[in-house]
């Protein structure tokens, strides 16, 4: 079996423009308290990532209430770069798996956003901090997370072929939240 890291490294990870980036404090160390102990602070949406339906939806299911089958199982990885159309997406949503993962660096117009949520897929990940275009990303948010569809964003998928997987990537139990950091993975079939 091998597992493919596609997660960014949190402390060096691309931020979304206007978000808090992560910090890293050491507050005890073995030299001076005979342990190490760390504080981080971060955005939620920071580096890989999900997006939770109450980001952009009133009364949205926040982390903590998102089913969990939806982290994990066969996944379809394709490539793409610039603005994905709903031409360019319709033949791909024929033939994936119901997690779709796009390397490249691309996003989602809105009317593609809106053939994947009248689709059968349940995730869709991207590499860019954000599914949508990073100057208007709202409408299609929106359309993805009104149908409950997750949205793994910030992934690293350069050491990952086109293909077939098994993806795994669970978000933290955060109660209320509207996104969490994940450790992204895929298993080769």
Known sequence: MKIIDITQELFSCRVFPGDSPTTFERVKTIES???????????????T???APNHFIANGKAVHELDLTRFYG??????????ITTDDIAPILKKCHKRLLI???????DNAALTIADSH???????????GNIESPMDSHIALLQKEIVL???LDLSSAKVGEYVLAAFP????GADG?????VLIEI
Do not use: W
């Not at 308290?33 to 580096?47: E, P």
């Not at 066969?74 to 603005?83: P, Q, Y």
């Not at 933290?172 to 109660?175: A, C, D, G, T």
């Open 180 to 184: 969490s950091p994940v450790r992204a």
């Open 121 to 131: 897929v349940c995730l869709i990940g991207m590499e860019n901090q954000s599914v």
């Open 49 to 51: 990532h999900i997006d």
């Open 74 to 83: 066969e996944c379809t990885v394709v490539a793409f770069i610039g603005t």
């Open 103 to 109: 390397k490249g660096d691309c996003v989602l117009s």
């Open 172 to 175: 933290l139990k955060l109660q």
């Open 152 to 154: 793994l964003e910030g």
């Open 33 to 47: 308290d005979k342990y190490n102990l760390t504080n981080i602070t971060m955005c939620v949406h920071n580096g």
